[in-house]
């Protein structure tokens, strides 16, 4: 019999993550099935049991779940340790592992696919939600020269500045914390846009000039082509622009990885995905 995994969330119909692990099944040859879960919001841990029960060996988990998966996780990685939120669980025997992979998939994708540095470089990320959370310990790992955090609504980026301030020793200079209206009179090299505002296709209050010529913006959300984000980023100077398709292939297979043991290739599958 194939080995069970699924992606379990609530919605999950849009889920693409099926497709994605399919196609590194096939490449890899790995004997794997994938599903996807419907978990009911006051469910998901009877889900997640009832799946295990029935053999199944991972999960990939998304909204909005992640803080409960890391709550039932026996085990856990540093880089959920890092973000306080797992998406990626592994049943081994009777432990549950649990792993977060979305900051890992977020920089592979910038300076892997995109092959575009971090290092020495100046970031904004825009947002202080669960997935801001979730990449900011990877962005610092790449040695970004300042980090700034703007956020709609302020004290969310403080505390998320000021918690990594003090687990690095970081200073304030280094990384700190902004409205969006503060930003005014400064450059950045990178822009990743964190909020969810594109999925109601708008753009948080950015003031002109934050793009510095030739500076890469990336709109974590994916699916919705050129957002306006990413329009915006275009006619200031971006010369870069990005989706959030290969950071969602990227953490897709930092997964498999986690499961099987076995990299796939995200190349060809980016490509696939573009193209639907
Ligand atoms: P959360 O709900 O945790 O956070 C949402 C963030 O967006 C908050 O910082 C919120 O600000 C901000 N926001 C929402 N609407 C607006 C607006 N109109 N103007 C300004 N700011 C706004 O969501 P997540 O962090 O989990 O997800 C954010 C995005 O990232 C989603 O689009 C999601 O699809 C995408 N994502 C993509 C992944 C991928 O693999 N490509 C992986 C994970 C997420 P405030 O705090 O003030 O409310």
Redesign the pocket.
Known sequence: MSDRYAVIGNPVAHSKSPFIHAAFARQTDQDVVYERILAPLDGFAQAVETFRAEGGLGLNVT?PFKLQAFQIAHERGVRARDAQAVNTLKFEGATIYGDNT?GI??VRDIQVNLNFRIEGRDVLV?????????ALSVLLDAKPARLVIA???VE?AERLAERWRGTRGLSPALLSASG?AELSGREFDVVVN???????D?V??LPDGVFARGCLAYD???GKGVTAFLERALSQGAALVAD??G??VE?AAESFFIWRGVRPQTGPVITALKAQ
Do not use: F, H, V
């Open positions: 909204l979305d998939g977020l825009m947002g202080a939600g669960g997935a801001a959370q979730g956020n709609r609504t969310k969006y964190s909020t969810s505002a594109s999925l109601n708008t948080p209050e974590m959300m994916y959030g398709i950071m969602l953490q």
